[in-house]
């Protein structure tokens, strides 16, 4: 298992890896774009040069883009779902030119619409966004419920894979902290286990290609998306061993995306926690 976190790229995406291995990750995430602009960032051959450089020097061996928050491609809005194609086509550019995993999606909301149509909407931009770039995968994000945000559900999840053309690069990323918000129970082998089966029946793992590892600071089933740092929420360390030691997620990559104790970001101890939980949690399957 590859277990990283989001990272600035400040300064090139080079230096995200640089800010990787000062964590010591296996794998980062980062945001191709100012996420409080809709100006998409295109990366200079020098800026690719350097970033593959500066990964096959290190440990890191994975790399998710998360395209940024503003983006809705389910926004009744012509404008802002011309303005969410045009930054997720960019963010998908990106990920090919840097060979990464993947793009991570919050699909959007239907605000206080309907869901169905909203589905539809995201469906057609992210079907374009896939035909204007090339080879880096789409993962669409399980979402925590609040409001009218798609993707709270796995049929959800389905829904959206199916209105985007359901090609060979579209997939999910699994955040922790949103199954777990959204009604998901995932604190025991058992619990998840179950959890498992019913996306695999409805979705299919082999649409599930990447991960996010958040504790929770809401109840089950709150549909309030506040993560906190591993193990001092309501999942907890076990529940988050649990998590890391699930065999159908032995290959992918997971990323953290916690607040760390001063507010910076996940720092290198709670990397080590992580790996240490994973161990416990290994060691409790056998």
């Known amino acids: 298992m590859l277990i ?4 600035s790229p400040a300064g090139g995406p080079a230096k995200a ?19 409080r602009a809709w100006k998409p960032t295109v990366y200079t051959d020098d800026q690719v040069a350097d970033f593959r450089g500066a990964m096959a020097g ?6 998710l883009i998360h395209a940024v928050y503003l983006l809705n491609a389910g926004s009744e809005d012509p404008e802002i779902r011309e303005k969410t194609l045009t930054s997720l086509i960019a963010s998908l550019r990106a990920g090919d ?4 995993v993947s793009v991570v999606l919050h699909p959007g909301s239907a605000l206080k619409g309907e869901v169905g149509p909203a589905i539809e909407r995201a469906g057609a931009v992210i079907k374009e966004a896939l035909a204007e770039s ?19 559900s796995f049929e959800e999840l389905a829904a959206l894979i199916e209105a985007g053309g359901a090609g060979p690069r579209l ?6 902290c949103h199954l777990f918000a959204s009604g998901y129970d995932i604190r025991t082998q058992q619990g998840l286990t179950g959890v498992l089966d019913e996306y695999d029946r409805i979705v299919g793992l082999d649409r599930l290609g990447s991960l996010h590892l958040n504790d ?13 740092d591993i193990g001092k929420g309501e999942i907890g ?30 720092p290198p101890e709670e990397i080590a926690l992580s790996r240490a939980l994973r161990e416990r949690g290994l060691k409790a399957r056998r």
């Open 17 to 35: 890896v640089e800010r990787g291995v000062e964590r010591g990750v296996n794998a980062i995430q980062i945001f191709n774009q100012n996420p």
């Open 4 to 7: 990283g976190t989001h990272v």
């Open 216 to 228: 929770s600071v809401n109840g089950l089933g709150t549909n309030r998306d506040r993560h906190a």
């Open 134 to 152: 090339e080879h880096c995968a789409l993962h669409l994000e399980n979402t925590a419920g609040a409001g009218g945000t798609l993707g709270r």
């Open 237 to 266: 360390e076990d529940g988050c061993a649990v998590f890391l030691s699930e065999p159908r997620f032995e290959t992918l990559p997971v990323i953290l995306e916690t607040p760390g104790p001063d507010k910076k970001g996940t």
């Open 97 to 100: 030119a840097l060979g990464a």
């Open 58 to 63: 290190s440990d890191v061996d994975a790399l």
């Open 171 to 176: 997939g999910t990323c699994l955040d922790s």
